[in-house]
């Protein structure tokens, strides 16, 4: 059996896997806010209301943690946003969306449905999770189809 488990992992929408509830701050938050906001949800990253930028966890953590960066707890979100939402639809491949996240640098993405409305996140660790799960499930059918090839 010589497929590529590309194809089939890659081809999975990223709708199929589960999504978390998008959390979002005010762009007047200050960082402590958004500190509070991400400690207390658990979250990788927040969505900055009313703007299509985003403000990650290591970046609120960093910032915080080193006041000789010229950040402080009392600025606003804005000042630490980067990045731009990365949007996708169900349908599109997760392997596709992994490697936009890759490139683009993004701890996340968001997924919108028919209407463009924002149903969910996804983080780069659960996609990268479960795309690493479904490779070692084609890997453990590949080894048993080998082996059963073997003793006919």
Do not use: K, Y
């Not at 949800?41 to 010229?70: C, K, M, Q, W, Y």
């Not at 640098?105 to 028919?114: E, H, K, N, S, Y």
């Not at 795309?131 to 059918?141: F, P």
């Amino acid at each position: 059996m010589s497929g590529d488990p590309q194809g089939v992992a890659g081809t999975r929408g990223i709708g199929e896997l589960s999504l978390h509830p998008v959390v979002s701050v005010r762009a007047d938050a200050t960082l402590l806010e958004a500190a509070r906001v991400l400690h207390r949800t658990g979250a990788s990253f927040l969505r900055i209301e009313e703007t299509n930028r985003i403000l990650d966890r290591d970046d609120v953590i960093r910032a915080l943690a080193d006041p000789d960066d010229g950040f402080d707890a009392s600025m606003p979100t804005r000042t630490l946003a980067r990045g731009t939402l990365l949007v996708v639809t169900p349908a599109t491949p997760a392997l596709a969306v992994l490697g936009e996240l890759v490139r683009c640098q993004l701890p996340g993405v968001f997924v919108i449905d028919a209407e463009h409305q924002i149903v969910g996140c996804l983080r780069m660790h659960d996609l990268v999770s479960a795309l690493l799960e479904e490779l070692s499930l084609l890997d453990g059918l590949r080894h048993v189809l080998h082996v059963e090839r073997g003793h006919w």
